[in-house]
């Protein structure tokens, strides 16, 4: 995502970061000793943010310093943590409402569950009262997709699809050429065709790292496309049918014959580390991958649509987003900082401090309009967004389905039953079990749930 991922991008994806907080800031609070800056001597109040491990994440720890000088009375704590953990942390926290944090990193599954809970705050009158922030700016789709009964309920801090990344001079070597708009049958023979372990170079990056939103966000992308389904529109469960099976083995097949090694322990941060380090050609992920290239990937990348099959569009939509739990008992300091981390003028600041190549991408209409961005994102950026103009969350399957959802269903249970299913994929990616084994365990606990609806 961008899991789904989102990855991790991933939005939907687990990363390798250590996990890290931000301390009150000594700037800010020598500041403070002093009685300088705008807060002066007032009170000051804290506010934590629970994050996911990304390079977007990392570029906002670096910039909290500047909105400190503006809300010196507002200090920043900010956890961020691995994907998975993420989940889980602040699902326990607004679950069980024992308010740790006052602003968590959600996406496009949680949004509407959770505000139907009555966990997450509706932003709709913060958002209205502050002019500034423009909504109307927002990407239509991804503000959709966060909104619940007609109202936002977290704001993107950066927006993706997925599709597909390769290096032309690798391709090019091989004799191989891509369309904007490859099959995955064109893509597994590229990748088989470059594949060339004894040089260190797999012909393609695919997840294989358990976790709903890691490992299942690529390949429920390609159950799709392929004519699979999770579930029937009588909440049949799904995964041993022709179509599904068929999809799994591809996925599985493709990695062993032309993927990473290791490839069941890869996520999100270990392909983009693997394709910076030029050890794969190709790489079907998050569109927010091609923002965090360097080097030779960044000046030899070429980019696709998601690889399709039956149905045309494939690619994912996940928006890693800040949402307020309704235990929050900070919600304007909160809301302070999470206009200022989405807002246009952040966009800005990233690109000016931190160079244009680290803008978060896919949130605002006016990202696509700077030219300084076009510059250096000109090879993807509209790509981008035609991939997530063309994500259909509510018919993301062939055949009807009883939810909504690309690369998750969305109902409360499938955190659970996703990271399940996918810990027995990753067993056939690793061949410790077979593809048909680890489907036929999958069935079971997909139907499980499904009589829960079926009822």
Same mark, same amino acid.
């Given at each position: 995502?961008?899991?789904?991922?989102?990855?991790?991008? $991933?939005?939907?994806?687990?990363?390798?970061?250590?996990?890290?907080?931000?301390?009150?800031?000594?700037?800010?609070?020598?500041?403070?000793?002093?009685?300088?800056?705008?807060?002066?001597?007032?009170?000051?109040? !804290?506010?934590?943010?629970?994050?996911? #491990?990304?390079?977007?994440? &990392?570029?906002?720890?670096?910039?909290? =310093? &500047?909105?400190?000088?503006?809300?010196?009375?507002?200090?920043?704590? +900010?956890? +961020?943590?691995?994907?998975?953990?993420?989940?889980?942390?602040?699902?326990?926290?607004?679950?069980?409402?024992?308010?740790?944090?006052?602003?968590?990193?959600?996406?496009?599954?949680?949004?509407?569950?959770?505000?139907?809970?009555?966990?997450?705050?509706?932003?709709?009158?913060?958002?209205?009262? !502050?002019?500034?922030?423009?909504?109307?700016?927002?990407?239509?789709?991804?503000?959709?997709?966060?909104?619940?009964?007609?109202?936002?309920?977290?704001?993107?801090?950066?927006? /993706?699809?997925?599709?597909?990344?390769? $290096?032309?001079?690798?391709?090019?070597?091989?004799?191989?050429?891509?369309?904007?708009?490859?099959?995955?049958? /064109?893509?597994?023979?590229?990748?088989?065709?470059?594949?060339?372990?004894?040089?260190?170079?797999? #012909?393609?990056?695919? $997840?294989?790292?358990?976790? @709903?939103?890691?490992?299942?966000?690529?390949?429920?992308?390609?159950?799709?496309?392929?004519?699979?389904?999770?579930?029937? /529109?009588?909440?049949?469960?799904?995964?041993?049918? =022709?179509?599904?099976?068929?999809?799994?083995?591809?996925?599985?097949?493709?990695?062993?014959?032309?993927?990473?090694?290791?490839?069941?322990?890869?996520?999100?941060?270990?392909?983009?580390?693997?394709?910076?380090?030029? %050890?794969?050609?190709?790489?079907?992920?998050?569109?927010?991958?091609?923002?965090?290239?360097?080097?030779?990937?960044?000046?030899?990348?070429?980019?696709?649509?998601? =690889?399709?099959?039956?149905?045309?569009?494939?690619?994912?939509?996940?928006? @890693?987003?800040?949402?307020?739990?309704?235990?929050?008992?900070? %919600?304007?300091?909160?809301?302070?900082?999470?206009?200022?981390?989405?807002?246009?003028?952040?966009?800005?600041?990233?690109?000016?401090?931190?160079?244009?190549?680290?803008?978060?991408?896919?949130?605002?209409?006016?990202?696509?309009?700077?030219? &300084?961005?076009? %510059?250096?994102?000109?090879?993807?950026?509209?790509?981008?967004?035609?991939?997530?103009?063309?994500?259909?969350?509510?018919?993301?399957?062939?055949?009807?389905?009883?939810?909504?959802?690309?690369?998750?269903?969305?109902?409360? /249970?499938?955190?659970?039953?996703?990271?399940?299913?996918?810990?027995?994929?990753?067993?056939?990616?690793?061949?410790?079990?077979?593809?048909?084994?680890?489907?036929?365990?999958?069935?079971?606990?997909?139907?499980?749930? #499904?009589?829960?609806?079926? %009822?």
């Amino acid at each position: 995502m961008s899991d789904g991922n989102h990855r991790l991008p $991933r939005r939907a994806r687990t990363r390798s970061y250590v996990v890290l907080a931000i301390p009150l800031l000594m700037a800010s609070l020598l500041a403070t000793a002093c009685g300088a800056g705008g807060g002066g001597s007032g009170p000051q109040t !804290t506010i934590t943010v629970a994050a996911v #491990g990304n390079p977007q994440m &990392e570029d906002l720890q670096k910039l909290v =310093p &500047e909105f400190q000088k503006a809300h010196s009375d507002i200090q920043v704590k +900010i956890v +961020i943590l691995p994907e998975n953990q993420l989940r889980q942390q602040v699902t326990q926290d607004v679950a069980t409402h024992s308010g740790r944090f006052d602003l968590s990193m959600i996406g496009t599954y949680e949004v509407p569950l959770w505000a139907k809970n009555g966990w997450i705050q509706n932003l709709g009158s913060y958002v209205q009262k !502050t002019s500034s922030y423009q909504a109307d700016d927002l990407v239509p789709g991804v503000a959709k997709a966060l909104s619940y009964n007609g109202s936002l309920y977290a704001v993107p801090f950066y927006a /993706e699809s997925s599709f597909l990344m390769y $290096r032309k001079d690798f391709l090019q070597a091989a004799g191989v050429t891509l369309s904007t708009t490859p099959t995955w049958d /064109e893509v597994a023979a590229a990748a088989r065709k470059v594949n060339n372990p004894s040089k260190g170079l797999a #012909g393609i990056c695919l $997840r294989g790292l358990p976790g @709903w939103g890691e490992q299942l966000a690529p390949l429920d992308t390609i159950v799709n496309t392929f004519g699979g389904r999770w579930f029937d /529109e009588q909440w049949n469960a799904q995964l041993t049918s =022709p179509k599904f099976k068929e999809a799994v083995n591809f996925y599985v097949n493709l990695i062993k014959t032309a993927g990473e090694p290791g490839a069941a322990n890869s996520g999100f941060g270990e392909c983009l580390n693997a394709y910076n380090g030029g %050890k794969v050609a190709m790489w079907y992920d998050a569109t927010v991958g091609a923002s965090n290239f360097t080097g030779d990937a960044a000046a030899n990348s070429g980019y696709a649509l998601a =690889p399709a099959r039956l149905k045309p569009y494939s690619g994912w939509l996940w928006a @890693w987003s800040l949402g307020m739990p309704t235990t929050s008992t900070k %919600k304007d300091a909160a809301w302070t900082f999470a206009s200022w981390a989405t807002s246009q003028d952040y966009i800005k600041l990233v690109g000016t401090k931190l160079g244009w190549n680290h803008v978060p991408p896919g949130t605002r209409t006016s990202t696509y309009q700077l030219s &300084e961005y076009q %510059k250096v994102a000109g090879s993807f950026a509209q790509l981008t967004l035609d991939s997530i103009t063309h994500a259909d969350v509510n018919h993301p399957t062939v055949d009807p389905v009883p939810y909504t959802g690309i690369q998750y269903v969305d109902i409360p /249970e499938f955190q659970n039953l996703g990271d399940q299913v996918s810990q027995q994929f990753a067993a056939a990616i690793a061949g410790t079990t077979s593809v048909d084994t680890a489907l036929q365990q999958a069935q079971q606990l997909a139907d499980a749930v #499904g009589k829960n609806y079926r %009822k």
